[in-house]
């Protein structure tokens, strides 16, 4: 089995995700004796004009991000959106609310149009066609690693369809409600070990929805641990601004 | 036949014993692990707190835990089974949670026994330490039985002081406390002043369910209850409840490839039959898609599929999942409610003469307005009344007669219904005269409320409620129903006139509605105003274009005094909204209830069955109708 290359490429983000994946370093040795990384921009100045699975971390959010997006659709047999930028829009996307007007104001007060961007942040599917997500701000590596692996041994990247609140029981954890927190693990994906919840925080979805989610159930549940209903759709929208919430 | 043991030692020696045992086994007890209380491994016996409090998970996960490697092999095609038959001590592992080890014990040695949880269960010995009282309010062990468990354990201590009686069932156990425990023999006495203390302290939070043998059958009758849907409605399918239930026992298997690519594990990790993915095949057909039956699938498992094999309740009524539950969904509630409707239906059966009315005893009467009275009563027999909103009962006094009163309750599963009944005649006279405790009789409900059909075609619009005095009272039932929900709709508008000030009625739940904000508001106007009355002021009328409706979609619901449909139908009429959108609730003189009597008849319409709510569409043409 020759082994696939793999190029990394990013749009609007902060590149954290690829920063996470370099921190791999032991498992990243090993990950090579499986891919070939052919481009990665924050970690070697190669470039390659071809490869096989194509890692996109940011969202798109210029149009004339699309020609770059559909050359690495060309190219690429796998797509994977990497992070929650690629995977669902993520916080670019909280400004999707606004006009691009205001949006460009807020950047360059004196000199708006400098700012070159869309009316929204979508994530990569919103330009092209999407293979695989990993999911998450930033991803968790060993998911990234479980994925390209279960990609290159050609079986379903493996994505849990369940919320956050299960692993977060397996940890032992009590629930946050408990403390009067709010959270959103009822509806978001589980993938993280319920990293946040397990370490003092509370789940602001950054890893986006579940399959049918119940929204109206988690809307109902955190106006009684007392939030209005700006606060909540607030705290959905901080990284899902683009999910579909509407039931 | 193990023969049971008892025997005494102080607490002292019992932790000296323990301290022992350390150097040979590795003891998991309650301890405190970064705030949280759970069992867990402990190096030193002082770690182990002797208080307790109910943990998120039950002593399942030492046996079964939430992820284990069941195979390891290599790419070559060597594979090994992997079991870690460890011998461990469980040490203060409650009543509730030795009988769900049973019933643990019970599936995984069945037919195929399960080598990996056995190895470890064989190897482990069990000391309990029993309950003195229910540990917390969301518990429920009482209500199946559980707090007593006769098996499952090695030795049981009762805390009888500075020592603990010890019951010993297994000679795993005796061989144990023969070695590293001091004992002396029992204080009969003493022991059973705990066991006497423990009844007591039990029986002050209540008995066993008295259908408790009965749940298999009870839970195949009410199949279709209408429980499931509004259970299912809340769940957010997050799999809390299953996670944390010491007998939940699924599992799904997965393979874990080392990046190598050349060696992996089998492992078996926690499943739940909540989650949406669980009876999903590859094809992508799923056999329990709806919540609903999956809902019903893990509650069924508890009282009906598994306990039949079981024999007893699978539930233990630890109460974890109750706690757990961030929708509130809990398998009490569902039991009681089942276990109601099937007594109900069973009384049904027997009392089926439909002229015999059941008798109610009135809990609550507050005085509302010089002639009108809210009446709060409650089925003697504590079936619930079952109803949708805008429905009547029959409502009787044996001497004076039978009046058809409108229920202003919302549907609930309770046993208990509301009414506001105005003097007019000489039961309502009557009735104003009676109070709490005295009894009435009661036929119903019947009549074409606004059933599920109605209220799907009202969500997603602007509800325009409109109401003229006592008009409130039928129309309370489907407001109060929506105002739960408010989200479901565009906009609620509650539009209510009165005569006076003095008239109106639930003036502190007026006061709550107009405090929600959001979508939903409510204008109110009086015939005739006095110094007081800061509102409009005006005929109902007037209050319709201040509700500024978009007449595509908007669907009005009215109930009032007879002089009142025509006026609001012709300003409804004007602002373009079609007779399609309106729902009238219609008062007439009943005496039946079931469309023979005929004095409620519209054209060829019984009021009592078709209606008192009616689509004005379907009766804009009867000349009678208004």
Same mark, same amino acid.
């Given at each position: 089995m020759s082994k696939p290359k793999v190029a990394f490429f990013d749009f609007t983000s902060c590149e954290g995700c690829q920063l996470s994946i370099l921190n791999l370093e032991t498992e990243l040795l090993e990950l090579l004796d499986i891919i070939d990384?052919?481009?990665f921009r924050e970690a070697m100045s190669e470039k390659s004009d071809t490869y096989d699975i194509a890692v996109i971390e940011g969202s798109?959010?210029?149009?004339?991000?699309l020609k770059r997006l559909k050359k690495i659709r060309e190219t690429a047999g796998v797509v994977i959106a990497m992070g929650s930028c690629a995977h669902?829009?993520?916080?670019?996307?909280?400004?999707? $609310?606004?006009t691009r007007e205001d949006v460009q104001r807020i950047v360059?007060?004196?000199?708006?149009?400098?700012?070159?961007?869309?009316?929204k942040a979508l994530p990569i599917s919103g330009a092209i066609t999407v293979d695989a997500f990993v999911p998450g701000?930033?991803?968790d590596v060993k998911e990234f690693v479980k994925i390209v692996k279960n990609l290159v041994l050609g079986k379903?990247?493996? *994505?849990?369809?369940?919320?956050v609140c299960v692993e977060c029981k397996m940890n032992e954890n009590t629930c946050v409600y408990e403390y009067g927190k709010t959270c959103l693990g009822p509806i978001v994906r589980a993938g993280c070990d319920a990293v946040c919840t397990s370490n003092g925080g509370v789940c602001i979805g950054c890893r986006g929805l579940i399959p049918n989610p119940n929204i109206n159930s988690q809307k109902d549940i955190m106006e009684k641990y007392g939030l209005d209903m700006n606060l909540i759709m607030d705290s959905m929208n901080l990284f899902m601004t683009e999910e579909p919430k509407e039931v | 036949m193990t023969t049971v043991l008892n025997k005494q030692s102080t607490k002292d020696s019992v932790f000296d014993g323990l301290g022992k045992a350390l150097g040979d086994y590795k003891i998991a007890a309650l301890t405190r692990r970064e705030g949280k209380i759970l069992f867990d491994y402990v190096?030193?016996?002082?770690?182990?707190?002797q208080e307790y409090v109910p943990t /998120?998970?039950?002593?399942k996960k030492f046996f079964f835990p939430q992820e284990e490697i069941i195979l390891e092999y290599t790419f070559d095609g060597k594979v090994t089974a992997k079991t870690n038959p460890e011998k461990i001590i469980l040490f203060g592992v409650r009543p509730c949670d030795i009988s769900g080890m049973k019933i643990l014990d019970e599936a995984f040695s069945e037919?195929?026994?399960?080598p990996n949880y056995l190895s470890k269960r064989e190897n482990s010995i069990i000391i309990g330490i029993d309950c003195?009282?229910? #540990?917390?309010?969301?518990?429920?062990?009482f209500r199946v039985n559980?707090? $007593?468990?006769?098996?499952?354990?090695d030795i049981m201590l009762h805390d009888i002081g500075n020592e603990y009686s010890m019951t010993i069932f297994s000679d795993k156990g005796k061989e144990f406390a023969e070695t590293y425990f001091d004992s002396t023999l029992l204080d009969y006495a003493a022991l059973a002043k705990f066991n006497i203390e423990k009844k007591e302290a039990f029986a002050k939070s209540g008995g066993a369910w008295e259908d408790l043998d009965n749940l298999p059958e009870i839970f195949e009758e009410n199949s279709n209850h209408k429980i499931w849907e509004t259970e299912a409605e809340r769940c *957010?399918?997050?799999g809390s409840c299953i996670m944390v239930c010491p007998t939940c026992y699924c599992f799904d298997v997965v393979d874990e490839l080392a990046l190598s690519m050349k060696v992996g594990d089998r492992l078996r990790r926690w499943d739940a #039959?909540?989650?949406?993915?669980?009876?999903?095949?590859a094809g992508g057909?799923?056999?329990?898609?709806?919540v609903e039956n999956r809902v019903k699938h893990r509650i069924n498992r508890k009282f009906n599929f598994l306990m039949k094999k079981h $024999?007893?309740? /699978? #539930?233990?009524?630890?109460g974890r999942c109750v706690r757990a539950c961030l929708a509130e969904i809990s398998p009490v509630t569902i039991v009681e409610e089942l276990t109601k409707t099937s007594r109900a239906l069973k009384l049904e059966e027997k009392n089926e003469n439909l002229y015999l009315p059941e008798k109610v005893t009135i809990t609550k009467v507050e005085q509302f307005t010089e002639n009108e009275k809210f009446f709060e009563v409650e089925f003697d027999n504590g079936r619930s009344l079952g109803h949708d909103p805008g429905q009547f009962v029959q409502l009787s006094i044996l001497g004076i007669g039978e009046a058809a009163i409108s229920i202003s309750?919302?549907?609930?599963?309770?046993?208990r219904f509301e009414m506001v009944v105005r003097t007019v005649g000489d039961v309502t006279s009557k009735l104003h005269t009676l109070g709490e405790g005295d009894h009435l009789f009661i036929r119903g409900p019947f009549g074409h409320g606004f059933d599920d059909q109605i209220q799907k075609k009202m969500e997603g619009k602007h509800i325009l409620y409109i109401a003229g005095g006592i008009g409130y009272v039928p129309l309370r039932s489907l407001i109060n129903l929506t105002l739960k929900h408010?989200?479901?709709? =565009?906009k609620i508008s509650i539009l209510y006139g009165c005569?006076?000030?003095?008239?109106?009625?639930?003036k502190d739940e007026l006061q709550y509605i107009s405090s929600l904000g959001g979508n939903i508001e409510l204008l109110e106007t009086v015939d005739i105003g006095n110094d007081k009355w800061l509102k409009n002021t005006g005929v109902?009328?007037? *209050?319709i274009p201040m509700a500024k409706f978009d007449h595509l979609n908007t669907v009005a619901i009215i109930c009032g005094p007879p002089v009142m449909y025509k006026f609001v139908i012709q300003t409804l009429k004007r602002h373009?909204?079609?007779?399609?959108n309106m729902y009238v609730s219609l008062e007439r003189r009943m005496k039946c209830?079931?469309? =023979?009597?005929?004095?409620?008849?519209i054209d060829d319409l019984y009021v009592c069955q078709c209606g008192? /709510?009616?689509?004005f569409s379907e009766i804009e043409d009867k000349e009678e109708a208004l």
């Open positions: 990384i052919v481009e798109f959010s210029r149009d004339k991000d669902i829009g993520g916080i670019n996307s909280l400004r999707n $609310n606004q360059y007060p004196d000199n708006p149009t400098l700012y070159e961007t869309n009316k701000c930033p991803v379903a990247p493996g *994505l849990p369809t369940y919320p | 190096k030193d016996v002082r770690e182990i707190e /998120v998970l039950s002593p037919s195929h026994g399960d003195k009282s229910v #540990c917390d309010e969301d518990a429920f062990c559980s707090q $007593n468990p006769e098996s499952g354990f *957010l399918s997050c #039959c909540m989650l949406r993915s669980f009876a999903e095949v057909e799923n056999f329990r898609e709806e $024999n007893q309740a /699978v #539930c233990i009524g630890c309750s919302p549907p609930s599963f309770g046993s408010p989200e479901k709709y =565009k005569r006076t000030p003095e008239d109106q009625m639930f109902i009328t007037e *209050l373009r909204l079609t007779t399609d209830g079931v469309g =023979k009597c005929g004095h409620c008849q008192p /709510v009616f689509r």
